[in-house]
């Protein structure tokens, strides 16, 4: 008989749950249809960390592309410039 009493009262947990589903109940669908977007974009966008690594990666390919051209140049330059030849 107890339990007729029991189960008819809700705990304040119960009451806060239903308070919040009719809560999401009442957004609308471009509300959630936001909500939704919202969410994949900030999942799907570049963090710091993939930039800094992108941009180190193009600076390293310069620096390769820099040195490769600088000693084949001064190579060069060395070889034309002996002192015997004058």
């Known amino acids: ?4 009493d029991a189960s008819t ?4 947990v119960d009451q806060y749950r239903k308070q919040i589903g009719k809560q ?3 957004k ?5 249809r936001a909500t939704r977007l919202k969410a ?5 966008a570049l ?3 993939e930039v800094a ?11 390769a592309f820099y040195a490769f051209f600088y000693l084949n ?6 070889l034309d410039l002996d002192p015997d030849e004058n």
Do not use: C, H, N, Q
Not at 28 to 32: F, G, K, V, W, Y
Not at 73 to 78: G, L
């Open 28 to 32: 609308t669908r471009p509300m959630l």
């Open 73 to 78: 140049v001064s190579d060069e330059v060395d």
């Open 9 to 12: 009262s809700r705990t304040p």
């Open 40 to 44: 994949e974009a900030k999942k799907t």
């Open 47 to 49: 963090g710091v960390k």
């Open 53 to 63: 690594l992108v941009l180190a990666a193009i600076l390293v390919f310069l620096l």
């Open 24 to 26: 999401d109940y009442k």
């Open 1 to 4: 008989m107890g339990r007729k």
